[in-house]
């Protein structure tokens, strides 16, 4: 798209980072974990993709009006080694038409390589197979051998047959072809409804992948009805004002 545009609001110094990549999936997920990270490590406002494409909406949080899609990230932090271990994040509460997916992951992933990010995890929600499982799963996918052994390291069950849609997708087979870094971590989630505790999920995978960047999501599982009802409401709020857009169904089997 000739019209999008990566506005950045201030330089901040990414080199060596970890890119989290949040755009809504199944029981919104990766948007809760998304602003739970934002929250509570206080990440900045940093910039903000845009195009005419996106969806007409501005989003207030702790009342600051700001666009649908959103890059966030902190003051730098370094592990014992020296090895830069800083977090940015992109979020977004509106999946993008099918029309912009593609270049949306494109300007995402050229903008992180201009920025020397290290590392893009995208973070996507997926339906459970399989009933009657007591505890919810936590799957990966890696774009090259390096990210497969980076998944085995920290436990993460690899998925083995499957698809995934929208900007992770993209993201993924374009990661293969450039020979980037990318991964994508799916939570078991209920489709029905906002699930805090799925998103809680991933966040306790990231808190061991980024031991220098401790996200403790024992507040988030605490809060998780209350954040459930925000989101309830913010999606309600929504309709009156907003056009509807076919969401993406986001699959993936384990």
Not at 172 to 195: M, T
Request: charged content about 25%; glycine content about 8%.
């Amino acid at each position: 798209m000739d019209d999008m545009e990566l506005i950045e609001y201030k330089e901040e110094d990414l080199s060596n980072s970890l890119l989290v990549v949040a755009f809504p999936t199944v029981g919104l997920i990766s948007s809760i974990a998304g602003h739970f990270i934002i929250d509570t490590l206080k990440l900045e406002e940093i910039g903000t993709i845009v195009s005419k494409e996106f969806m007409p909406a501005t989003v207030i949080h702790n009342s600051k009006p700001s666009p649908p899609v959103r890059i966030y990230a902190g003051n730098k932090k370094c592990g014992p080694d020296g090895k830069c271990e800083q977090l940015a994040v992109i979020i977004s509460e509106f999946m993008p038409p099918y029309n912009i997916i593609k270049p949306l992951a494109e300007k995402i992933l050229e903008w992180s390589d201009k920025k020397g990010c290290k590392l893009v995890v995208a973070l996507e929600g997926t339906h459970a197979v399989g009933k009657g499982k007591k505890k919810p799963m936590v799957y990966g996918v890696g774009s090259n051998i390096e990210m497969k052994n980076f998944l085995k390291k920290y436990k993460i069950t690899e998925t083995q047959e499957g698809m995934i849609t929208g900007v992770t997708g993209v993201l993924l087979y374009e990661g293969v072809l450039l020979k980037r870094d990318v991964i994508c971590l799916l939570s078991e989630a209920h489709s029905a409804f906002p699930d805090s505790r799925a998103a809680g999920n991933l966040l306790k995978k990231l808190d061991i992948m980024l031991p220098e960047i401790k996200i403790d999501p024992k507040p988030l599982y605490k809060e998780a009805k209350k954040i459930e009802e925000q989101i309830k409401r913010f999606m309600e709020q929504s309709k009156p004002t907003a056009p509807t857009i076919p969401p993406i169904p986001t699959q993936m089997y384990g």
